[in-house]
């Protein structure tokens, strides 16, 4: 995608599976990105494998300072910052058993440092002449999973803000966008699935059209649309890259009515 030569981007939470991906599908359109994590072991490792288009900043999310020192750095060692991706998450989640330490770490990370990296953000994103903003919601936005309660609400609040950030920043030449994955190979599921893939895309198949668990490079790819001028009349949108979940119904795969037959 031309639009996003030579574009500076800012993907938090990078150092992960999908955060992988979104480095390399932007390397590849010739962006220059920057991971923002606050694995540095995984964020090290990947800039050095991705190459000098992609740098790793040590970065807690959650400490407005470090933001600021981020975006700072970017800014005077690249030129400035076009694309902002809010990816980072916390999966803590223990449903009704939650403290409100958990509430309050959970929104802190997957709610608010998102508002406050876009904030950070913002001045540069002017500079620029605008720019895009992606945020990561999820499926479980918008259904009830048992036993969770804080990942799903925050993920809920996260797709209101996004239609909140994209009316406020419009003026700005600011886009913003959010996408809502289904289930992805990432590092939350290939722990619980001890790394088996074909397990995962077998207990996937039931809850997605598609019949399977995605890949973290078709997530990137909806992204790469999203901030490149092919998208350039969209804002304020949530896109739903999840193999059929969020359409499929309570009665997944098998018909319902000729249950009443049997």
């Not at 300072?65 to 223990?94: K, T």
């Not at 949108?237 to 018909?255: I, K, N, R």
């Amino acid at each position: 995608m031309k639009s996003l030569c030579e574009r500076s981007v800012i993907i938090t939470g990078g150092a992960t599976l999908i955060g992988q991906a979104l480095a390399e599908a932007f390397v590849a359109a010739n962006s220059k990105v920057t991971i923002l994590d606050i694995d540095e072991a995984a964020g090290t490792a990947l800039a050095d494998k991705l190459g000098p288009a992609v740098r790793f900043i040590a970065t807690d999310i959650t400490h407005d300072d470090q933001l600021q020192a981020a975006v700072g750095q970017v800014e005077a060692e690249i030129g400035g910052v076009d694309i902002l991706v809010n990816l980072a998450c916390s999966y803590l989640d223990d449903g009704l058993a939650s403290s409100r330490a958990d509430w309050l770490t959970a929104l802190d990370i997957n709610l608010v440092s998102a508002a406050m990296a876009t904030k950070t953000v913002h001045p540069a994103l002017r500079r620029r002449g605008g720019g895009v903003i992606i945020n990561f919601t999820s499926i479980s936005a918008e259904v009830a999973q048992t036993g969770r309660w804080l990942y799903p609400a925050s993920k809920a609040a996260m797709r209101q803000l996004t239609r909140s950030m994209a009316l406020d920043l419009a003026e700005d030449g600011i886009r913003v966008n959010s996408v809502s994955p289904g289930w992805t190979w990432s590092r939350l599921i290939e722990e619980v699935s001890g790394g088996d893939r074909a397990r995962t895309d077998q207990v996937a198949r039931d809850f997605h059209i598609l019949g399977r668990a995605g890949d973290p490079a078709e997530v990137a790819q909806v992204v790469l649309f999203l901030c490149s001028d092919l998208a350039s009349f969209v804002t304020g949108a949530d896109y739903a890259v999840d193999g059929g979940y969020s359409a499929l119904g309570p009665e997944q795969l098998t018909p319902a009515i000729p249950r009443l037959a049997s």
